[in-house]
């Protein structure tokens, strides 16, 4: 299962994160990438008024990231993919908007809320059982930053 993910819904809806943070979009990649290490799950994660519009460079094999441009959003964008998808069985999509969730299962596709969304990232980080220890696979703020550095800020 893959998902498509409205990425500002999902950050208004995680405790440790803000809309008005300028690095929102950076840190909610880094918290997806963790996930999608854990899980072995591919996403989409879509967010509004890129500059430029399109796939960012943040996007890593299995976590692809979308700017929509200014004459766009993140919901028409979300709407187009969703329309388009060749095996919408095989998707799932996260977003706050009722719109845009009964367009996917009109399609479809699974849905998920953005709030049920934001409770699976926040489950605690599984126990390995050969070392018998909790593996932290998020990023700490400082990491995210040093990212950052490396491959610049495209807002």
């Given at each position: 299962m893959s998902y498509l993910i409205d990425g500002h819904n999902l950050i208004g809806q995680l405790p440790d994160m803000a809309l008005d943070d300028p690095d929102d979009e950076a840190k909610l990649v880094q918290r997806l990438i963790g996930w999608?290490?854990?899980t072995r799950r591919m996403c989409v994660v879509?967010?509004?008024?890129?500059?430029?519009?399109?796939?960012?460079?943040?996007?890593?094999?299995?976590?692809?990231?979308?700017?929509?441009?200014?004459?766009?959003?993140?919901?028409?964008?979300?709407?187009?993919?969703?329309?388009?998808?060749?095996?919408?069985?095989?998707?799932?999509?996260?977003?706050?908007?009722?719109?845009?969730?009964?367009?996917?299962?009109?399609q479809?596709?699974?849905m998920l809320k953005s709030t049920e969304f934001a409770r699976l990232l926040e489950r605690p980080v599984p126990v390995r059982p050969d070392i018998g220890e909790a593996v932290d696979v998020r990023l700490s703020d400082a990491e995210v930053n040093e990212?950052?550095?490396?491959?610049?800020?495209?807002k």
């Open positions: 999608v290490a854990r879509v967010f509004d008024a890129g500059l430029p519009g399109g796939t960012s460079r943040m996007s890593t094999s299995m976590v692809r990231v979308v700017f929509a441009n200014h004459t766009s959003s993140a919901d028409k964008v979300i709407i187009d993919r969703i329309y388009k998808e060749k095996h919408p069985k095989n998707w799932t999509v996260v977003s706050s908007d009722n719109g845009v969730l009964d367009i996917a299962k009109r479809g596709m699974q990212w950052l550095k490396i491959f610049g800020d495209e």
